[in-house]
């Protein structure tokens, strides 16, 4: 059982900057697959970036050059540093992992079995 906990979320003008945070609890350096995905108002969750224990990174095109996902192993702690936000990127973000596999983390929602309650973020124009 894997227990995910967000936080970092806000409200941020456009062009500003945010952290989000994900606290997995699990043993130190147990890595897999962890990701963070996003769901806005009458919109599909769609996925946002993806890490694997190699720190082998993937990335939405959205949101390409823009965030960056990373991870602090001794920490179980997973971000997602987001950059020249614009209100297209206002939504709830969730935190998910997939204890299952270590490479090939993909964006789909489908591989992960395991997900965080959300942070919201609110970008204003």
């Known amino acids: 059982q894997v227990q995910l906990v967000e936080s970092g979320g806000g409200s941020v003008q456009a062009g500003g900057s945010l952290r989000l945070s994900c606290a997995a609890s699990?043993?130190?350096?147990?890595?897999?697959?962890m990701a963070w995905f996003r769901q806005a108002p009458g919109k599909e969750r769609e996925g946002v970036a993806a890490?694997?224990?190699?720190?082998?990174?993937t990335s939405a095109d959205a949101v390409k050059g823009r965030f960056t996902i990373s991870e602090d192993n001794a920490k179980n702690t997973v971000y997602l540093q987001m950059n020249r936000l614009n209100p297209e990127d206002t939504a709830m973000y969730y935190c998910?992992?997939?204890?299952?596999?270590?490479?090939?983390?993909?964006?789909?929602?489908?591989?992960?079995?395991?997900w965080g309650q959300g942070t919201q973020v609110t970008v204003s124009s």
């Open positions: 890490i694997d224990i190699y720190g082998s990174t």
């Open positions: 998910a992992a997939d204890p299952r596999r270590w490479v090939g983390c993909s964006l789909s929602q489908s591989q992960y079995n395991y």
């Open positions: 699990r043993n130190p350096y147990s890595n897999y697959c």
